[in-house]
């Protein structure tokens, strides 16, 4: 099992930036690609920016340009740089981990993983 802890919401005039740190924890042997999605109320739930490991990041369109992420992996933490925040990047921001994990019995899993979500909120 996998637990990511997210940081870093909170409330921003429009122009302004914020950075949102994910950290994952627990049985891990690899985390396979970490990213960010957000949903919007009555909206789906979509990618903002994605990580693979030793692949190229992947941004959605609206945030190209103002948005950033960047990863440690010596703390399995991903990170968000959000810059010139729009009153439409208000939304619940989550973490999103790919990782395979072990058990004691020698165990191996890959699955999906969630962080509890984080709250953004951009003023006008």
């Known amino acids: 099992q996998v637990q990511l802890v997210e940081s870093g919401g909170g409330l921003v005039q429009a122009g302004g930036s914020l950075r949102l740190s994910c950290a994952a924890s627990?049985?891990?042997?690899?985390?396979?690609?970490m990213g960010w999605y957000r949903q919007a109320p009555g909206k789906q739930r979509d990618l903002v920016a994605s990580m693979p490991s030793g692949g190229d990041t992947n941004y959605a369109d609206s945030v190209k340009g103002r948005f950033t992420i960047s990863r440690d992996n010596a703390k399995n933490t991903v990170y968000l740089q959000m810059n010139s925040l729009k009153p439409e990047d208000t939304a619940v921001y989550y973490c999103?981990?790919?990782?395979?994990?072990?058990?004691?019995?020698?165990?191996?899993?890959?699955?999906?993983?969630w962080g509890q979500g984080t709250q953004v909120t951009v003023s006008s």
């Open positions: 627990g049985r891990i042997f690899s985390i396979n690609g």
């Open positions: 999103h981990a790919s990782a395979t994990t072990y058990s004691r019995g020698g165990i191996y899993n890959t699955g999906d993983y």
